[in-house]
């Protein structure tokens, strides 16, 4: 991640946390008392600076509380200056500032937002601190409820019931043009036969996969057209597990709540289900040989979602949208990963958390990682094959 140009845990003007402070104390005259801060974990994303856990007191009335406060800071990268290309560093903080994210209600809502500053070069959110389980720990039943609840979310906007927005940060064509950034940084990187060579990348990829890859990117275009077939629908684009939270509201109702909202944009029903199951096969939450039974529970409960707010897609199509999606999303961006880490001599720091996780030594693990990519490359050709018989009957 980039340096900040201030260093929020170091030094930090009162002014900057007052305004949230206040709004999630729920109290407009409260005094800040003290406060610290540390960083939290962040992610892979080029323009986030960093993500801040702050906490203190603060007077209320008479009394002294606890506050607690997450700050997300996103600064601009040359990379990421078009609201076109899905990773536009700006997309985030617009989403929280406007009120298209207070209109997603129900069982999985977003983060809720405290402020959002924009320091031109810079972007400050002030988010709720979550204290609930992330699903990165969750099973599978939980998982399928977390499918479900955002099948609902997908076919309110599908069926109009929540309209479909238009603001000009929102990306039209995320996948479309996800994948044509992937192709830009990877196609060469696939073409060199010196990468087929390195130690990790033969451990990971035993069996010769060069050829199915490239293939994927020339299924892409056909594979995009045929998503568009599909109901629109407003897409999180990135309800990977380590971004869902398991959190009791005040009244005690048990909900999911989602963070990152960067990729948001409008899509097509299913596209969440495929990014969803396969970021956590990407992430090595879950393994290959373990996902045909991830399927089997998650895809019936998207379904049941959907169809809670009258949106109707027959499964086959749904199947077809899961496929396509997680095939185009993870299959290209397994290449960048695969590129930015696989290279070297020395096993990458996400693998050995894999391997650790699951208790194998770190050559298993890559080679349990690489098969996942094998799975993807098998959805590229059911996906192909569901798209004939669905929209042409071939």
């Known amino acids: 991640m980039q340096q900040s140009a201030m260093n929020p845990t170091s030094s930090l003007a009162l002014e900057h946390l007052t305004g949230p402070v206040r709004l999630a104390l729920g109290d407009d005259q409260a005094t800040i008392l003290d406060w610290t801060a540390k960083p939290l974990t962040g992610g892979m994303f080029p323009a986030t600076v960093g993500v801040f856990h702050f906490s203190g007191t603060a007077r209320v009335s008479s009394h002294v509380v606890p506050w607690t406060l997450v700050l997300k800071v996103s600064r601009t990268h040359p990379w990421f200056t078009d609201p076109d290309t899905p990773w536009y560093w700006r997309r985030e903080g617009r989403a929280y500032a406007s009120d298209l994210l207070n209109q997603v209600v129900g069982d999985l809502v977003p983060v809720r937002c405290y402020g959002v500053e924009d320091c031109g070069d810079e972007i400050w959110c002030w988010l709720e601190f979550l204290q609930g389980q992330s699903a990165t720990s969750w099973g599978l039943e939980r998982r399928g409820l977390a499918a479900c609840h955002l099948g609902t979310m997908a076919g309110r906007y599908a069926t109009g019931q929540w309209p479909l927005p238009d603001h000009p940060w929102l990306i039209p064509e995320f996948l479309r043009a996800g994948v044509g950034q992937m192709a830009t940084v990877s196609l060469d990187f696939l073409h060199d036969q010196g990468t087929w060579a390195r130690p990790l990348v033969q451990t990971a990829f035993p069996e010769p996969v060069e050829a199915r890859w490239r ?47 960067g990729f948001l944009a409008v899509g097509v029903v299913g596209q969440d289900l495929g990014t969803m199951l396969s970021g956590d096969l990407m992430g090595g939450l879950m393994t290959a040989r373990e996902m045909p039974e991830y399927e089997g529970l998650v895809l019936p409960r998207y379904l049941e979602g959907l169809e809670l707010p009258g949106c109707s897609v027959p499964l086959e199509q749904l199947r077809f949208a899961y496929a396509a999606t997680a095939a185009l999303k993870h299959g290209t961006f397994w290449a960048v990963l695969t590129q930015m880490s696989l290279l070297g001599d020395e096993p990458p720091a996400w693998l050995e958390a894999f391997a650790a996780r699951h208790g194998w030594s770190s050559e298993v693990a890559l080679g349990q990682w690489g098969e996942g990519l094998y799975y993807l490359l098998d959805l590229v050709d059911e996906a192909r094959i569901a798209a004939k018989k669905i929209w042409t009957g071939a």
């Open 215 to 261: 293939s994927l990117w020339e299924e892409a275009s056909g594979l995009l057209d045929a998503l568009e077939y599909l109901p629109r629908t407003l897409c999180h684009n990135d309800p990977i597990s380590g971004n869902l939270f398991s959190q009791l509201t005040e009244g005690g109702r048990d909900t999911i709540v989602a963070i990152d909202w």
